[in-house]
């Protein structure tokens, strides 16, 4: 898309040449993110990408698959692929565990951007992915993520084991905070969103009781393969109860918008563990059903076959005498409350914007919604969100709530934006 956007645009060679040397600086990893970075390095651009993550890809490169015999289409293949991608590029670079601070005008062109880095203790550009720090660390600080190399996260206790056997010496615990700046021509904003937490409202009963769990720890399971918790108390799980639009669609407990995609992935992950445990008994508390892709209707219908829909917006979960959670809720066929024990019980939590989206508007003269979203600034929108003028442009769930394949359309949307930002200058 973007290549025929640049084909309409016509530009000579020597205007071709002349992109080529401009630098895109994209502030966020996550699979908008890496769409644009990857867009605008296959048009020969270089592109320099920010992210406070010491990996790339996002929330989402943390979700697994809901395959079963078919793809069900959840888009976190796309993600996978995007850090593949971004990883073979040769005009891409990267500074990871890295904030912007601040943005300058230069007196001719662009930006130049403050970047304060607190470097992971393995330098990603070195390590060759073999594992042995991992295998030698006491305290399973050493985590990858799919198709990633090796980061340490916070639970190191610096006991050095992991540097001893590293072959290549990557690993260095002193690492000081830095400073640097980036000059960059356009600068793309795709900082994402934050999931909401529902250990905020007691009336969840997350975090006291381990049998509560939200679909962002159910995805985080799917993705190493174990489709329930390893817990040995947790084994057995003969029923198990999702609820919907957890923080979502309800100004008093979360967020007043749609999170669009909690319904998708709860009904597609539900399928999946029913297929794999069909005697599961899976019941699913839902509002209505919100859905935006295609072939939705069939796979509903197919899943009402095996799945109790009940529609209730739960008023608590309490816990049983055996510990198990209790989900009180009105029944909406004759309005009376009832109760109903679960081995598990899976929050469906939702989108919220990110903590940053103040922090982030102030640096780079962006507007902040009523929602807490980011937008482009009044005075430089375009439909798409961008700016046109300034060459500040913003994608992806940072925007408005929106699923992996929506933020690929946006982030092709922010490609196309920038080439003819660019475009324009040469
Ligand atoms: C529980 C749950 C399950 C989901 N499952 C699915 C699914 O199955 N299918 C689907 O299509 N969608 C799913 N989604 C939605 C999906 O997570 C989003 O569509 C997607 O992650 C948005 O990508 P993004 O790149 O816009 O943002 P993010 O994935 O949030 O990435 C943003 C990146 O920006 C970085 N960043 C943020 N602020 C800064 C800063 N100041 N400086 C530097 N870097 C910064 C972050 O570290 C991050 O790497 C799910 C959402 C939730 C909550
Ligand atoms: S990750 Fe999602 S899109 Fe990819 S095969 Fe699995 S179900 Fe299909
Ligand atoms: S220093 Fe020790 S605790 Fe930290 S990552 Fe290395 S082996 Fe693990
Ligand atoms: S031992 Fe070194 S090269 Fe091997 S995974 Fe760890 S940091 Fe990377």
Redesign the pocket.
Known sequence: MVKSLLQKQCLSHERQKALESKTVCVVGAGISGLTVANSLANEGIRVFVIDKNPFPGGRSVQY????TDS????????V?DAVANFKKSSLIDASFSSTPRALHRRENDGYDIEVETIPNPIDWRSCTECGECREVCPKNAVKSIPGWKYYISEHCDRCGKCLVVCPVGAINLERKRQYETFPALSVVISSGFKPFDPAVNLKWGYGANPRVITGSDLESLFCREKFLPSDPELKDLKKIAFILCVGSRNIVEGERHCSRVCCAYSL?MANRIKEEYPDTEIDIYYMDIQYFGKSFSSFWAELKRKINFIRSHPISISIDEQERPLVRYESMSDLRCREEAYDLVVLANGICPPDNGEELAEIFGLDLEAGGFLSAATNAASNNGSGRDSGIFLTGACRRPMGIAECVESAYGAAAGVLRYLGDKV
């Open positions: 697994g698959c809901k395959a793809c069900l289409q959840c888009g976190v293949c796309l996978r597609r």
